[in-house]
């Protein structure tokens, strides 16, 4: 699916703007703080319904007005296809060919969209929840029964939280089984399709990843926890796992296990990233990753998504920027930069010059 025409309405800091996209290259380039990255949140949000930037959807809304608009125009090996997503302080509406989607799990698989910015880097550095996050967003845009187990997950888990922190132990106790016959079918299916989906990527993106340094360094992206077996057998793991842990979970007053706590382990030539790669290393690996993302994606749907590459080619140096742009050929990219260098993207680039939120035409 590419993304041929987005609108923006009172979207942060565009008032009406209309954004035309090739099928390849798309640079948006300007000065700091003029809305290069504002597009490049907008077109994330329409393909995911989440902002790569903020939990909170009121910020999307241009400050002095009551609601925000996005619109698109994308085409696909399917034919093509027409999403709004309609923001206002008490919520959202997203239409997709003018039907309302009424449950949020539809709203994922339209347009399928990999974001990469210099905030990805977390993806290495930060603790679990940076990674948890990463994998629930991309096998959610993968698969809708994910995001739908995940929900429920979420839903089961903080009910089970609650009676943790009940003072009639006895109670709780007796209501435990019944809560955890639930949560172990929820997580299984999440830790299923978690492994699978890790399964995939890792080859990939070590391979990407040897690409990109010049075969200089080794990633390895493996699961903390390896989750083996049929979904069916994963739920009684689990639900023995749980078990198990009654009495430190009453103790805590929180469940201590499941895949709300599982991580990835990143090692680059056989030590730890987060604890001891350097910058470089650290944005190397995030960028493979992501690209193998990329790659996955194509593999499981038949279609590339579109890949917004926000602000990360003045982090790289000239060898690994060029191999970036020579990875982008063949797959939608909306690219944001200071500068769009003619010796780096070539000639077929859409150029878009963008100023205090709005497209300088004619330049
Ligand atoms: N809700 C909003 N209403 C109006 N303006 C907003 C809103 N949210 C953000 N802005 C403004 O949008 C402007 C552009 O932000 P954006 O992050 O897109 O800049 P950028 O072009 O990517 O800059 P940089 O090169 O520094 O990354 C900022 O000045 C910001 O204050
Ligand atoms: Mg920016």
Redesign the pocket.
Known sequence: MQIKKLILKNF??YEDETFCFNENLNVLF????????????AVFYLCTGTSPRCRREK?????GCSSAEISAVAEGVYGALEISATITESGREVRVNGNKITRNADILGNIFSVFFSPHELRLIQDGPDERRRFLNISVSQLSKPYYIALSRYNKILEQRNNLLKNKDVAMVYDTLPVWDEQLCRYAAAVAYKRAEFITKLSPVAESIHAELTDGAEKLVVKPEKNYKGSETELAEKLFNELSANYERDIRLGFTSSGPHRDDLDIIINGTDAKTFASQGQTRTAALSIKLAEVEIFKQTSGEYPVLIL??VMSELDLPRRKRLVGRTQGLQTIL?C?HAERVLYGKEVNKIL?SG?RIKRGT
């Open positions: 942060r800091n300007g000065k700091n703080a003029q809305g290069k990255t504002n597009c490049a949140e910020q999307l809304i241009r400050h926000d602000d944001t200071t963008i939120g």
